[in-house]
């Protein structure tokens, strides 16, 4: 937790945690990657030793001998249930006790009276989660998406690590680089024009209870044209009925080319089937938007797309991805497996986020930033994490009944946030950075 003197500090990016909030539940491996030997996880600047327990269950505990500090995942797994010790065969339960002393013999007095850092752990559509709190986990439902509680959903998964901090990693899925960095991936051609963000300004952050969501406030009114491009629309873009290129001064237009537009016209029936799709679920909490302890969510409408940013340490984060679909017999099953496999993985979790990756690695987030309205979501997000890191994760019962971190000083990026949404013609600045309680003021 933050400590009180840090509450005034200006700049939110010091004050969220750098190796992660501790009291939450974090997925953690695929439970068959658990086999008949000790394996060792970094998470949260941590080190966990993994084994199976007496109820071939997987439990976790630190990864660091209470004895004389050796590594446990380096030893054995002689007993079932146990891991021994590589160093004198202290061997633990999956409560983490020590329950014989293999250098000392049966007669030892060592058992009984030594316990090892136990870690919680739940097993929920074949991934681990585990508590990385040191008091009494919270339910697991509050941190967890209702899909992995449903026995009909069926939940894929890639990991991949990322080096580059968790807090970089998840406010890359807040700003507005979608339509410039993603302009040549297959996602953006096959999604239609590219629509920049900055286009709908007002970006209405709305909390959900363990996170928030985001409303377009002038799509919502008038909806979101991007969604019904058909093959008109793209002839009216082609003869210049519909404006497509913006010009900027002294520079010239962009998006350079219009014949980019072509590809687009391949999947034109497939956007239509999709969007005529009812969202995959009407749960607010678990909707789309981001949610602690670092996950982001989106309704693709064919499936729920969840990366859940992870740390390993300060400098790595651990990218869990989840493609969640409900299928409703064995066929589906195995055509979302298969579809999954050949495409969603490689358009969405490969070539999509490594053009993510491939800006943040060398990104800076220790230098003065300038945001812009559009940053609206980044800015709500920090101070969320604000309030969790100082407070722990009991204040977001009370920020369900406030606006978020209202209180707060404008820091110097907010300031410059400010006068973009003022010049964008913005009038409420200040509701608008706070947020709002619900979305029927929209």
């Known amino acids: 937790m933050v400590s009180e003197t840090q509450r005034t500090d200006l700049d939110r990016r010091l004050l969220a945690p750098p190796t992660g909030l501790h009291d939450f539940w974090y997925p953690a491996l695929r439970d068959s990657k658990v086999g008949g030997k000790p394996l060792r996880l970094r998470m949260l600047d941590e080190e966990l030793c993994f084994f199976r327990d007496e ?32 160093y004198h065969g202290w061997v633990f339960n999956g409560e983490g006790e020590c ?22 752990t739940q097993t929920l559509k074949g991934m681990v989660f585990v508590w990385m709190g040191e008091g009494e986990p919270a339910p697991i439902e509050e941190d967890v998406p209702e899909e992995f509680f449903e026995e009909k959903s069926q939940v894929l998964y890639r990991i991949a690590d990322w080096p580059v901090n968790w807090r970089v990693a998840l406010e890359n899925s807040m700003d507005s680089h979608v339509y410039y960095v993603h302009r040549d991936s297959i996602l953006m051609l096959a999604r239609g024009p590219l629509d920049p963000y900055g286009r709908s300004p007002r970006i209405r952050p709305v909390f959900t209870g363990n996170g928030f969501n985001v409303i377009w406030g002038d799509q919502q009114a008038a909806g979101n044209p991007r969604r019904s491009w058909g093959f008109k629309e793209y002839f009216d873009i082609l003869r210049g009925k519909i404006p497509y290129q913006d010009s900027h001064d002294g520079l010239g237009k962009w998006p350079k080319g219009k014949l980019r537009l072509l590809w687009n016209w391949v999947f034109i029936p497939a956007n239509k089937r999709r969007w005529s799709k009812p969202p995959t679920t009407n749960n607010p909490l678990w909707g789309a938007g981001h949610h602690l302890p670092g996950m982001f969510r989106t309704d693709m409408r064919t499936h729920m797309y969840t990366r859940m940013c992870v740390p390993i340490d300060a400098e790595t984060t651990r990218i869990v991805y989840y493609h969640t679909t409900r299928p409703g017999s064995l066929l589906g099953r195995i055509y979302e497996r298969v579809q999954y496999l050949l495409w969603h993985n490689w358009v969405m979790n490969i070539q999509f986020s490594n053009q993510d990756a491939k800006i943040m690695v060398p990104q800076r987030y220790d230098t003065p930033e300038k945001l812009s309205g559009t940053d609206a979501e980044i800015i709500q997000w920090r101070k969320l994490l604000q309030r969790v890191a100082m407070e722990g994760r009991g204040v977001l019962k009370d920020l369900q009944a406030e606006h978020l971190a209202k209180e707060m000083d404008t820091t110097v990026a907010e300031g410059f946030a400010a006068d973009q949404l003022q010049a964008q013609g913005l009038e409420d600045v200040p509701e608008f950075l706070a947020g709002t309680t619900s979305g029927d003021d929209d």
Not at 69 to 83: I, M, P, W
Not at 106 to 112: F, W
């Open 55 to 86: 109820h071939d269950q997987v439990a976790a505990i630190w990864d660091v001998c209470p004895h004389r500090g050796a590594s446990l995942s380096q030893g054995d797994c002689h007993f079932k249930g146990t891991v021994a010790c590589p």
């Open 99 to 120: 329950i014989s002393v293999l250098s000392e013999g049966p007669n030892s007095r060592i058992p009984g009276k030594v316990q090892a850092r136990k870690y919680p």
